[in-house]
């Protein structure tokens, strides 16, 4: 642990206690406590009032059997101090343990995960010199949401949810990110040509709401493309809003281009709590070596000290980083031509606290002021009033081998009821019966659409209770189901791929 800062205890007998804030601090694992004390000796130079609390989570209290990486009481500092500085954990491989990351961001409703990914050209090596872009990833939802099954003997599956509250919130909070930040351009970036009803509701959020902000250009770009032009063309980027995943991956490959994926920090805000860490993992391959580099931590702690009203300190130790780069101070990672002295990474803390009240020569100084507390004039999201909701029929999913898809559907055509008669049958979410093609591979999971034989009918629950019992009685292995809704009249289901 860091002997740098004052921790709760000592603080409480330091003069000076009542103008320090309560900060949870996480050491993590691999890399993690020697870039935490880098970083947390480099704030105590510059003044900064905060006091830690310590707080142990990852690697070890998986170890110790607790399988979520997190003691109760780590909790309860969280929700006090709403200040989280975290280093990386190691989550250990295997699937009884729940990524601590994800839980911290979800329990503590950490919405919006802002990246800046710069890039420090001539001084750090990046064929990309002209990159200042800031990827605001959705960080609640999505494939994250860790709902995983296995269904059959074949098939796996995990749920992607995406609600409107969360793309409500995301997509607010990056143009509200923008419109602060003298941004003039936000992307949006998803997959709505293949997703077109998650991914697609991500879109029209991001359409409606960006209209609230005539000032500011907006442009939409598929993941695909977008992705090869960030590696490509990055320059073209200014703020990015993206859902959970393509997030998670565009912002790795945004921090690499600037040169070294140790150089990005993170913040992740929520109405509540906020934390800030850096987006590498825990390095365990130069662990223990002491020549990680501390920047993405460090300029995660610079956004935590704006974050709680320090912008005076986060403007210090922001320059005096900036000049450290320029002078060509650096940790191996970003050993180039302009390195004229390699450090590792207490050397490279040292050098920064040495540069304390300098600011840069080549780079444009960093101005930062302590956000202005604006009331909201909307809340985040106001639930709608709900829509009328129609069944119009039942998906059934089937666990089955042995049989044809024309053999199946014969089979599932027989199984009607008064109310319910099969439409179609998918494999992996294309059409195999009726009119299915032999070239299309089958797996062992079959999705069944039954729908109403009357169009107008209003289907019940009690009517797809029948037909499971009637299918189920025929022997089949049920082993879901999706109703079919409308929602005011509006289809609330994908057609088949090919129906
Ligand atoms: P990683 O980011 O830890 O490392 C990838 C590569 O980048 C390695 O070669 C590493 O040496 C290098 N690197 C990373 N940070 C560096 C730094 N500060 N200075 C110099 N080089 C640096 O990714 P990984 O190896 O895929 O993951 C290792 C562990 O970290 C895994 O257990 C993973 O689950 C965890 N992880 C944690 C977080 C987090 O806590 N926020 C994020 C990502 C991964």
Redesign the pocket.
């Known amino acids: 642990m860091s002997t740098a800062l004052l921790n709760a205890e000592n603080a409480q007998k330091s003069h000076s206690v009542a103008a320090r804030v309560p900060v949870t601090v996480a050491y993590?694992d691999?890399?993690g406590p020697e870039?935490m004390d880098a970083t947390l000796s480099i704030l105590e130079a510059a003044g900064a009032q905060i006091a830690v609390e310590p707080i142990e989570i990852g690697e070890r209290v998986y170890l110790a059997g607790n399988s979520a990486g997190i003691e109760p009481s780590a909790w309860e500092s969280l929700r006090r101090t709403k200040v989280f500085l975290?280093a990386?954990?190691?989550?250990p491989s295997g699937s009884g343990y729940k990524?601590l990351?994800v839980t911290v961001r979800k329990t503590l409703g950490l919405y919006a995960n802002v990246r800046p990914c710069v890039s420090y050209a001539p001084f750090v090596d990046t064929p990309h010199p002209k990159m200042d872009m800031v990827i605001v990833r959705e960080n609640e939802e999505d494939l994250y949401a860790g709902i995983e099954h296995r269904q059959t003997d074949e098939v796996f599956q995990c749920l992607k949810l995406i609600t409107r509250p969360g793309c409500e919130k995301i997509v607010r909070y990056a143009f509200e990110y923008a419109k602060s930040h003298g941004r003039k351009k936000v992307t949006c970036m998803v997959k709505d040509n293949i997703m077109k009803m998650t991914d697609g509701l991500f879109y029209q959020v991001f359409e409606d709401i960006g209209a609230e902000y005539p000032e500011i250009q907006k442009e939409r770009y598929i993941i695909d493309i977008g992705a090869a032009r960030i590696a490509t063309k990055p320059e073209r980027f200014d703020v990015i809003v993206t859902p959970n995943l393509y997030g998670d991956i565009i912002s790795d490959i945004a921090a690499e281009i600037t040169g070294?994926?140790?150089l990005a920090g993170s913040a992740n805000i929520g109405e509540h709590v906020a934390m800030f860490?850096?987006?590498?993992?825990?390095?365990?391959?130069?662990a223990g070596r002491g020549?990680?580099?501390?920047?993405?931590l460090l300029l995660g702690a610079v956004q935590m000290l704006v974050h709680i009203r320090q912008a005076d300190i986060a403007e210090k130790v922001h320059n005096a980083w900036l000049r450290t780069i320029e002078d060509g101070i650096h940790?191996?990672?970003l050993k180039g031509e302009r390195t004229t002295k390699e450090v590792g990474t207490g050397g490279f803390a040292q050098a920064v606290i040495d540069r304390l009240g300098q600011k840069p020569q080549h780079f444009a100084a960093v101005r930062y002021a302590n956000p202005v507390e604006v009331k909201a004039q909307k809340p985040l999201y106001t639930r709608a009033a709900p829509a009328k909701k129609h069944i119009v029929g039942v998906d059934v999913f089937l666990h089955h081998t042995g049989n044809t898809p024309d053999e199946l559907g014969v089979a599932l055509s027989g199984l009607s009821t008064d109310v319910l008669k099969l439409q179609m049958i998918t494999n992996r979410g294309v059409k195999v019966f009726p009119g299915g093609f032999p070239e299309t591979f089958c797996t062992d999971h079959w999705r069944c659409r039954f729908v109403a034989i009357q169009e107008s009918a209003e289907v019940t629950h009690r009517d797809i209770i029948e037909v499971l019992t009637t299918v189920t009685d025929a022997g089949f292995d049920v082993i879901k189901t999706e109703n079919l809704c409308t929602f005011d009249g509006e289809r609330g289901f994908a057609l088949g791929q090919g129906q």
């Open positions: 993590g691999g890399i870039i975290k990386p954990i190691t989550t990524s990351n070294s994926v140790g860490e850096a987006i590498h993992g825990s390095a365990p391959d130069i020549i990680a580099n501390p920047s993405g940790t191996p990672d």
